[in-house]
């Protein structure tokens, strides 16, 4: 049973707009994304890992600078999923775009999700 799942990853052009998925377990793990501060993070080939976004239980949001003003991340409590909205995508934006739950001493990350931005 996996922890966080991540779906909506592909190829797209430039420009294009991609919308990330991650489902939380409610029911083994007991994560609910309303509750827990829920993050994307991507990591490029040769590259760290870096945050794209986050959301908390409160609803503040922060965003990395590369991709304020085009990405967008939101949640469906009635679904328990998160969503990271990306709209005039860039090849740099390519990566591994992975789902991260955290609340106190409890953190979980997803597979991760292939985002490849090409002509």
């Known amino acids: 049973q996996a922890q966080l799942v991540e779906s909506g990853g592909g190829l797209v052009q430039p420009g294009g707009s991609l919308r990330l998925s991650c489902a939380a377990s409610a029911r083994i793990f007991s994560i609910y994304v309303k509750t827990y501060t829920m993050g994307w993070y991507r990591q490029a080939p040769g590259k760290q890992r870096e945050l794209v976004a986050t959301?908390?239980?409160?609803?503040?949001?922060n965003y990395a600078d590369s991709v304020k003003g085009r990405f967008t991340i939101s949640r469906d409590n009635g679904k328990n999923t998160v969503y990271l909205q990306m709209r005039s995508l860039k090849p740099e934006d390519t990566a591994v775009y992975s789902c991260?739950?955290?609340?106190?001493?409890?953190?979980?990350w997803g597979q991760g999700t292939q985002v490849t931005v090409s002509s």
């Open positions: 991260n739950a955290k609340l106190a001493y409890r953190e979980y």
């Open positions: 959301l908390a239980p409160s609803g503040s949001t």
